[in-house]
């Protein structure tokens, strides 16, 4: 019983990234038929909304908490950064460059997400352990695959296709004139999409602790999110026969990345973030890089160079010395027990690890269930031993009385 809690937000973790690398490489079909990234996003967080809020009504009916404005604050944000500023960047980079590039550039989201909660005082780093030079190490190593990848091609690996998608002849044209300009916009579109992905984490993180209800807390975020992505998308986009959709690759993309990805997913994200933290989140990036990468060469007809294989490398490797726990600081991986769930060793500045000290023997509440006052130990005084004088019963001096 106690493997299968182990393993449970771990199974989910694969599988969000399976489902994650899917929605990428139908980003870029979508793309390819020529339809607008913004009208991707605020459909997406429609047929999101339309699926999950039903869910909450049901499966949370009798649960919900009283609503407050802070909760609404950590909605709107979450639908505003998660929903409208990172999809649509993230959908912007995967145009101006390719799925994999965009999937590979993603690897450095823990090196940014453990950047930005310096940045916010949420973890600290000591640069006298291991552990603290290993993520300075981890974050330098990941930069350095990022600036290889894209700035440098090499040599092109060719790889069997399996079959060629239909391609709209303007976005052929465009994706075949990449320039170098393009390229790196590209890359600072995954850049500020991994900046605002740790955002939106710890922000996600702090709704799930005031607002403990995941389908719920879900419906929420995507119903401001479509709101907002609607708005953006009619900015961008006014022509209303671009926002037409037949039974297509269009329709199962925007229905699939809202179905799955923003109405599952997001329930799945709130318990994996109450359970485990943001770090653990992104420990798992490298598998949706690996499925992508090999997609996006057998089936998307993408050119897979030399340069992007090493930078990839180099990202990955970078994330495993960001990841890097030293023995015996286990709760640096996020690690929470059940009793402790929501309340988050990442926003509390002193993570415990949990370990007693030798010749300590662990501590647990009085009988009474009442947590003793700082600084006075939660166990009654041991009786002295020795001698009991005459006159004298041993039923004093023990704690409590009878």
């Known amino acids: 019983m106690e493997t299968w809690k182990i393993a449970q937000p771990i199974l989910v973790m694969v599988m969000m990234q399976i489902a ?4 990428n490489i139908l980003y870029e079909l979508a793309l390819k038929d020529g339809m607008n990234f913004s009208i991707i996003v605020a459909y997406r967080y429609v047929f999101a909304t339309v699926f999950i809020s039903p869910l ?18 950590h909605a709107f ?18 145009t101006l460059t390719s799925a994999t590039f965009t999937t590979a550039m993603s690897n450095l989201g823990p ?14 780093l000591n640069l006298r352990t291991r552990g603290g030079k290993m993520k300075i190490i981890g974050t330098i190593i990941g930069i350095s695959g990022a600036t290889i990848m894209t700035f440098i091609k090499g040599p092109e690996i060719k790889l069997t296709t399996w ?34 992905n740790a955002l939106w984490l710890i922000n996600q993180t702090k709704l799930s602790e005031r607002y403990p209800y995941p389908y719920s807390s879900t419906a929420l975020v995507t119903l401001m999110g479509a709101l907002l992505s609607l708005s953006f998308a009619f900015c961008v986009e006014r022509d209303l026969s671009e926002w037409r959709l037949g039974w297509n690759v269009r329709l199962f993309t925007v229905a699939y990345s809202g179905t799955v990805t923003s109405g599952v997913m997001y329930v799945a ?34 050119k897979l160079y030399l340069g992007s294989i090493i930078g990839s490398m180099l990202i990955v490797c970078g994330l495993c010395g960001v990841l890097w726990v030293p023995p015996g600081r286990e709760s640096l991986r996020g690690e929470r027990s059940p009793e402790r769930s929501g309340s988050g060793e990442l926003f509390r500045g002193k993570p415990s690890t949990g370990r007693v000290p030798a010749g300590r023997e662990p501590e647990s509440l009085p009988p009474d269930g009442r947590a003793a006052p700082s600084g006075e130990s939660l166990h009654p005084p041991r009786p002295k031993t020795g001698p009991i004088p005459e006159g004298a019963s041993r ?8």
């Open 163 to 196: 079959f060629h998608v239909h391609r709209n002849d303007h976005t052929v044209l465009q994706r075949d004139t990449i320039s170098g300009s393009k390229n790196i916009l590209g890359a600072l579109a995954s850049l500020g999409t991994q900046v605002s």
């Open 20 to 23: 994650n690398a899917w929605v």
């Open 395 to 402: 039923r004093k001096e023990l704690p409590g009385g009878a």
């Open 56 to 73: 909450a009504l049901i499966v949370e009916r009798n649960k919900r908490s009283n609503m407050t404005w802070m909760i609404l604050f």
């Open 269 to 302: 994200y709130s318990w994996c973030l109450r359970r485990k933290g943001p770090l653990f989140v992104s420990i798992f990036s490298p598998l949706m890089l690996v499925i992508v990468a090999f997609a996006g060469s057998t089936i998307l007809d993408e």
């Open 77 to 94: 944000l979450g639908g505003l950064i998660g929903g409208t500023v990172v999809q649509n960047l993230s959908v912007e980079s995967i």
């Open 111 to 124: 090196g940014i997400t453990f950047i930005v909660l310096l940045c916010f005082r949420l973890e600290k």
